[in-house]
């Protein structure tokens, strides 16, 4: 290795540590019980997943989730997937040099195009995904993809913003979450930013269509677990063949 590649290197780590830090600095300051979501997911599925257990991880984005299911069971191994090169770039940092990443296997892509022996999992996780995803198919060719990927009877904890578009607990809601990013210290500026954001590019469906989804993807119909303003965390099972 030459001495510029050696300076880049440090260089695209340093990039991607600060990167992973203004995520992960904004993200917990825009969604409450962030942590607290990662860690209730590992709880939840400790009992029902082997010691030794695999776990799917969709939309790993900057590898928090894989840290704290990493901790939750050091036993479990991972298969994270996310289109989003850069944030899987990101995980990669910073999952170095825990003991997680000698048992993690990383895959730029989505969930349908993992290689075919990425299967027969014995859990999965999509946490603060599937929302971003319009209900045209799309919701729904994603759930498919990760059930055909799930033993049957393996649990699937899922996150996902939820509420019925335009209705009067919709507006209630997101009128006090943004008081509580403000109250949070976020620059009134950026929380109208976050705001068209999230009218812009989350696809709202209410609780009932989530349930028809998972129904007709191969799930039962989902345990609420968590519920943080609009962000909804649930536990379903891959129906049995
Ligand atoms: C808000 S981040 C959530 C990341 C992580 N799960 C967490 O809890 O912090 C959403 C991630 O989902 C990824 N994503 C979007 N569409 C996806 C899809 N169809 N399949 C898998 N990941 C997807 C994005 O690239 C992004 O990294």
Known sequence: MTADTRTSDRDRDTFHANRAKRYDDTIRRVIPGYDALHSMTGVMLKDAVPADGRVLVVGAGTGAELLALGQAAPGWSFTACDPAAGMLAIAEDRIKGHPVAERCGLHPCLCADLPAEETAFDAATCLLVMHFLPDDGT??????SIAERLKPGAPLILADMHETPGSPRHQLIMDAWMHWQLGNGID??????GRRH???????????RLTALLDEAGFTAPEHFFQAFLFGGFIAWRKED
Do not use: A, I, Y
């Open 139 to 144: 919701k729904l060719t994603l759930l498919k």
């Open 188 to 193: 009134p500026v950026e929380v109208e930013k």
């Open 198 to 208: 999230v009218e812009r590019d989350v696809h709202f469906v209410p609780l009932s």
